[in-house]
């Protein structure tokens, strides 16, 4: 058996002499000729007069490719042992090239992503739009090619540690970052894609889902903090060698978003720097800087980032948040498909109704407006509308700052048991970090007898990202 020692594209583009594009998981080349593509991954060829000992099922063919999940980790130049023959029977599946070839032109199928499945990111940008060489598509070879959703490949296989990681970030992270995780979740189906596609925004993607791991295993911590280091200190060197295009793009956004995400993970209270930078880039928002169709998701994630972030990092800015209408900040929690009778639909109206009461009690404070039996009676109001909403109903995950605002602005023990039990609870959901560092916030807060505005002390003394 000769085994490939690279990866050079599918096995049609080779044999027409073409550059395959690796797109996964039929390349756009085969798709736009009507050529059934046999997929990416390594090829081995098995000599006719090989023994067969244990012949594999639909073995037509002299011909296999090797799964791209599944990777082979045997030497090229070993012979294959009964062992090796018998763990490739899972990890290889045969094809009969000769007659895929024949079959000619066929419309392109669309594929559906399974849970397991990478991250795919919709066929709507313009390179999609291009042919061979270059030149605009048709009308409807366009709307052939962009039915199936398809994952711009890298130029090269992520690594198998990336690899992991990424997958971690898609499973544990990424449905903690939406208030439901849907079909459509712009972590996974936006940031991953992207994070293939640039080294640096990949590197954050690996760091955040290291520190969602370090949770469980500290003695990743470290190696994550050096990633995270590398990171902040090339955007720093970036800002000042490179010109104002080159730095402000939508690799650059997305990486800062998912630093502040690692940030949310540990609970850092170095965030303030990270908050700057993402104001930085709402002045490109309109701008046509970022792409069409990724412009409405990150419009989103800065929205949330500052209702949340910002009267923990600034009280001034945080008051000029909380005095806007919260609906302005509320794109993030939009799901027009939700039919008004159903239940989701309720319990988000429920969040925003207690996100909206934190809001309220964050600006009163902080405008020293709030007298000690108001404090109580709004916070009790608020209480009720958290305990309507049980700890594993889909969405209640979104309500960790305002049971931090709650509990912050608490005078009476029950209250301050209530929203510390509940922050509790939403640990064990989400296994963010930023959770127990609020609740030692909370015990500082607490122990404290100044006459200072606890929305002052948080944001001067012991400020933390609680989202």
């Not at 296994?431 to 007898?449: C, H, N, R």
Request: proline share 7%.
């Amino acid at each position: 058996m000769s085994l490939a020692r690279r990866n050079d594209g599918c096995y049609e583009c080779f044999k027409r002499r073409l550059k395959c594009d690796k797109t996964e998981p039929q390349c756009l080349k085969c798709l736009k000729k009507g050529i059934s593509c046999s997929g990416q991954g390594l090829r081995c060829r098995f000599s006719s007069h090989m023994a067969n000992k244990n012949p594999m099922p639909q073995s037509h063919s002299d011909t296999a490719i090797v799964s791209s999940k599944s990777p082979p980790t045997t030497d090229p130049r070993a012979s294959p042992t009964p062992s090796v023959v018998s763990r490739a029977r899972r990890n290889y599946r045969w094809v009969d090239v000769g007659d895929r070839l024949k079959k000619g032109r066929s419309p392109a199928q669309s594929t559906q992503s399974t849970p397991n499945s990478p991250p795919s990111l919709r066929s709507d940008t313009p390179a999609n739009d291009l042919n061979d060489a270059g030149l605009p598509l048709s009308k409807e070879m366009a709307l052939t090619i962009s039915q199936p959703p398809l994952r711009p490949a890298p130029d090269e296989p992520l690594h198998p540690q990336a690899r992991m990681l990424f997958e971690h970030f898609a499973q544990s992270v990424a449905p903690i970052m939406v208030v439901l995780d849907s079909e459509s979740n712009g972590y996974r189906d936006v940031i991953l894609p992207l994070a293939c596609q640039d080294v640096v925004l990949g590197r954050a993607v690996s760091v955040a889902a290291t520190f969602h791991l370090a949770q469980k295993v500290p003695a990743l911590r470290q190696t994550a903090e050096a990633g995270h280091h590398a990171i902040i200190e090339k955007l720093r060197r970036d800002s000042l060698l490179l010109r104002p295009g080159e730095v402000f793009n939508h690799f650059t956004l997305a990486t800062v978003l998912v630093l502040l995400v690692g940030e949310t993970i540990t609970g850092a209270d170095n965030y303030g720097y990270l908050l700057e930078m993402l104001e930085c880039f709402t002045q490109a928002l309109g701008t046509g800087v970022l792409p069409t169709g990724l412009e409405d998701f990150f419009r989103q994630q800065i929205k949330m980032f500052q209702l949340f972030g910002l009267p923990l990092a600034n009280e001034k800015k945080g008051l000029q948040v909380v005095t806007q209408p919260p609906e302005h900040y509320f794109e993030f929690m939009e799901y027009p498909h939700l039919a008004r009778d159903s239940g989701h639909f309720n319990n988000l109206g429920l969040i925003r109704g207690a996100i909206c009461d934190a809001c309220g009690l964050y600006r009163r404070r902080a405008e020293s407006s709030l007298n000690q039996d108001e404090s109580i009676h709004l916070v009790e109001q608020l209480r009720q509308k958290v305990a309507a909403l049980g700890v594993h109903v889909p969405g209640s995950h979104a309500l960790v700052w305002t049971c931090f605002i709650a509990a912050a602005e608490s005078t009476i023990p029950e209250h301050r048991k209530f929203f510390s039990d509940r922050l509790v609870s939403l640990y064990s959901h989400t296994g963010f970090g930023s959770i127990p560092a609020a609740l030692e916030a909370l015990k500082k807060l607490w122990a404290m007898d100044t006459p200072r505005r606890w929305t002052d002390v948080i944001t001067s003394d012991i400020p933390v990202l609680v989202m």
